[in-house]
């Protein structure tokens, strides 16, 4: 069955520290990944995709994530971490069932910034 | 319009009360779904649309949750009966068409709060 999982429930880090979310998913064939953000009483924001092609996809707010077939990983980057990044990140899979395509989503990674 | 809208933004209800949550999507977005949210957890698929048809409801928990769109645009949840376990943040997305590599783009949610 699909899956993903955030090994991570909350990390904390520095401004201006790098920052890297874990994520690992469960898929049989190639997968559409995503990384989302979730600031507090908000709705989702897409920060990047990943369906094809190139193992390093670039998103919003300086935010990059690394495919790797090999270990079924979809890690989030951040080379320098800003007190505004202080928010929920949920990684999905999305996948098409019977004509229906629907995401997956882990538990979430609550990052704190510390000033 | 701009983005997807959800109404009411927060929603108290008696245990056993109907409660009926609205989501207004992008204007021209074909696909349109339902994720409920628990506290502490990722988003749960609950329900799809493409136009007007419910092409797929296998996600909605009970026979007490019923959802519509009859128009193709605005689409309606509906909750009878509710039950403390109902209380979540219900997120609506909508999609421009059935392929979900470009993306969802969500609302803000609802959060219902069952007392």
């Known amino acids: 069955a699909q899956s993903v999982t955030q090994p991570d429930i909350h990390i904390t880090v520095s401004e201006g520290a790098s920052l890297e979310l874990r994520c690992n998913y469960s898929?049989?064939?190639?997968?559409?990944l995503f990384w989302y953000v979730q600031s507090p009483g908000q709705g989702l924001q897409l920060l990047l995709k990943?369906?094809?092609?190139?193992?390093l996809v670039q998103g919003i707010k300086g935010f990059e994530a690394g495919f790797k077939r090999s270990q079924s990983s979809f890690n989030l980057r951040k080379p320098s971490v800003h007190w505004s990044d202080a928010a929920e990140y949920f990684c999905?899979?999305?996948?098409?069932?019977?004509?229906?395509?629907?995401?997956?989503f882990g538990t979430g990674t609550r990052l704190k910034v510390l000033a | 319009g701009a983005g997807v809208s959800q109404s009411p933004r927060y929603k108290v209800a008696k245990r056993g009360q109907d409660v009926a949550l609205r989501c207004d999507p992008i204007?021209?977005?074909?696909?349109l779904f339902w994720y409920q949210q628990a506290l502490g957890q990722g988003p749960e698929f609950l329900t799809y649309?493409?136009?007007?048809?419910?092409?797929?409801k296998s996600g909605l928990p009970s026979d007490r949750f019923f959802a519509e769109r009859p128009e193709g645009s605005v689409s309606t949840l509906k909750i009878q009966r509710t039950q403390q376990e109902d209380s979540a943040v219900y997120l609506c997305?909508?999609?421009?068409?059935?392929?979900?590599?470009?993306?969802?783009?969500f609302g803000s949610g609802t959060r219902l709060t069952v007392v």
């Open positions: 997305a909508s999609s421009i068409g059935g392929e979900g590599s470009v993306g969802y783009t």
């Open positions: 898929y049989g064939a190639t997968p559409y």
């Open positions: 990943y369906f094809s092609g190139d193992t």
């Open positions: 999905a899979v999305g996948t098409a069932t019977s004509g229906t395509y629907k995401y997956i």
């Open positions: 204007s021209g977005h074909v696909s």
């Open positions: 649309f493409q136009n007007e048809a419910q092409l797929d």
